[in-house]
């Protein structure tokens, strides 16, 4: 009887057990690492068969695709292999959630990598989609140095929309001129601007026509258009098949229009975010996007078709250069894939055709079975005015007529260590004169500064963003602005023309709004963003257009600094930081 007993009292000790464990959530399948070694050099490439200085990734530009799951962590060793040059790479998508210090924006979240130095970046990918990395030091973006993220859906999840394939195409504009010729002729008095693009690239490859050369290169062969490195790009297709396009723009100046000669496109996704499908024949796309979109290739099988790229918002054509479409094949498999189309590549829409990019901005809705609610009101409006200016002679880009620069100590670290000389502690403001500034005309902006200043957010707080453009310092000009926000998704509550008005919210969505980390404000409008200050960090917003940044169109948010942990010691070494020894 007692050992009848002490069995069934510890049956019901086991079973007890066996409920906590089922009560108790554990994970079925935990993140694996995904390990990469890089490293980063100059190597001379012919991506538009010119050949120049290019920065490569282990010998190639674009660089290695890194193909992840949701909840993989991510690490990448990068050695700075380009010898008099520092570098640094965001994860450009990745909202660093935990690792505020792998954003790798330079000056912001950490110091820059030296030659010959190794640094580690380790994250984790939180969620599913399209995304980017580049370079994130001075202009050397434009030089070559990017790649994709691809993070896929965990196993047994499926996503709203079906494909049998999936490929990614990052598009590109090319300059002949080197990064430091672009810096200086934009810091000079008188200004140098850096004009419009050579080429534009489909996934690195594109052609110059070499005879159209102003001055002959004194080099031989420095213009080859028979040079397999700018032969054109082709994305072979099975007949009858469907398939996922990831279309990413890292043009350095230029809005672009993406087609493909008899497909529609179905945009299935924007940013990392489901997207309620639509149909385009033409793709805009701006600096720093990403869109999926679905293509079946249900054509006459016997051909190839063109894929091109074209200039909008700015004219492709000036006294001086013609930026030509970029080209590429959409190969229908057994055609051979350098099988060139015997038709006319589609033209793409006209460059200043604003209302059709303003409409695709405005069809951008989230998934319906998708939908993040936004907070239905803010707790802080902050209007930014997107201006161009002269600044004791020199020309600038600026928000709210202050023009950002960088401080030789990031901010991260010098947040958390409290180094209050390492930048300027005045805010800068948040707005301007709203009822007197006149957005058409050219502005005469005589009080313009420059800062290092930053906007310190509430942490947890709802904070709405409002983009407004204007002219610029040339008559009856407005340019199209891509602004990124790093850290954070935003959602986009509207798009409209002319200037917002800061007392009438009734053009925003709240219902079904898309979210993104990218977002263009077109020529003589606004663009209104919601977030949540909830990511303990450092944070870059900025205009993706690289020279325009590099003028100092910009601006840093920090939220929650005291839930920061520990900063690594590999982070740190310039400014402030030099031979200082922070505690452990």
């Given at each position: ?492 509550l509207g798009h409209g023309e002319g200037k917002f008005d800061i007392n009438n919210h009734t053009k925003y969505n709240l219902v079904n709004p898309i979210m993104k980390n990218t977002v263009p404000v077109h020529t ?61």
């Open positions: 009887m007692v050992q009848l007993l002490q069995s069934t009292s510890c049956i019901f000790k086991l079973l007890g057990l066996c409920l906590l464990f089922c009560l108790v959530k554990v994970p079925a399948v935990e993140g694996r690492i995904r390990h990469y070694k890089w490293e980063v050099k100059y190597e001379y490439k012919s991506p538009d068969c010119f050949k120049k200085l290019v920065i490569t990734i282990n010998g190639g530009t674009p660089g290695p695709t890194i193909l992840a799951q949701q909840g993989d962590t991510v690490v990448v060793e990068l050695k700075n292999s380009l010898l008099t040059e520092n570098v640094a790479i965001h994860w450009h998508g990745i909202r660093q959630i935990g690792s505020p210090w792998s954003d790798g924006t330079e000056g912001v979240t950490q110091c820059p990598i030296l030659p010959g130095d190794t640094f580690k970046y380790q994250f984790v990918v939180d969620r599913p989609g399209s995304y980017l990395y580049h370079a994130h030091y001075g202009m050397q973006r434009e030089a070559g140095l990017y790649g994709a993220i691809r993070v896929a859906v965990p196993e047994g999840e499926t996503e709203p929309f079906f494909y049998d394939y999936d490929r990614s195409i990052i598009l590109t504009d090319w300059y002949h001129r080197s990064t430091y010729e672009h810096a200086v002729g934009l810091s000079s008095n008188p200004f140098v601007w850096v004009g419009e693009p050579q080429s534009l690239l489909i996934q690195g490859r594109g052609r110059f026509n070499c005879s159209s050369l102003a001055t002959p290169s004194l080099e031989a062969g420095a213009c080859n258009a028979s040079s397999p490195d700018c032969s054109p790009y082709a994305v072979t297709v099975i007949p009858g098949k469907t398939y996922r396009l990831r279309i990413a723009s890292l043009t350095a100046l230029s809005a672009l229009s993406f087609q493909i000669e008899g497909h529609n496109m179905t945009v299935v996704e924007a940013d990392g975010h489901y997207v309620e499908p639509f149909v385009v024949k033409n793709l805009f796309i701006y600096s720093g996007e990403t869109y999926s979109v679905i293509i079946k290739a249900d054509q006459d099988p016997s051909r190839n078709y063109w894929m091109t790229t074209n200039i909008v918002s700015r004219n492709p054509i000036t006294n001086t250069t013609t930026t030509p479409p970029g080209l590429a094949f959409l190969n229908y498999y057994p055609n051979h894939p350098r099988r060139s189309p015997q038709t006319v590549p589609p033209a793409g829409p006209a460059w200043n055709d604003v209302k059709s990019r303003l409409n695709q901005s405005l069809a951008i809705k989230a998934h319906r079975d998708f939908i993040h609610t936004p907070p239905q009101t803010p707790d802080r409006v902050i209007v930014f005015l997107n201006t161009q200016n002269k600044i004791n002679g020199y020309v600038r880009w600026s928000v709210n007529n202050v023009s950002f620069t960088l401080p030789h100590t990031p901010y991260l670290i010098a947040l958390k260590e409290n180094l209050t000389d390492a930048f300027d502690q005045t805010p800068p403001p948040e707005g301007y004169d709203f009822v007197n500034y006149n957005i058409y005309i050219k502005p005469n902006n005589t009080n313009a500064t420059t800062s290092d200043g930053i906007y310190r957010l509430q942490f947890n707080t709802t904070v709405d963003v409002i983009l407004q453009n204007a002219n610029t310092m040339n008559v009856n000009n407005s340019e199209t602005h891509p602004w990124h926000l790093h850290g954070h998704d935003f959602w986009v003589y409008g606004w663009t209104a963003l919601r977030f949540r200050a909830d990511n303990p960090g450092v944070w870059a917003f900025h205009c993706h257009i690289e020279s325009h940044f590099y003028m100092g169109m910009g601006v840093v948010f920090a939220e929650g600094i005291d839930r920061i942990g520990n900063l690594p010691s590999s982070i740190m070494g310039c400014g402030e930081t030099k031979g200082v020894t922070f505690r452990p």
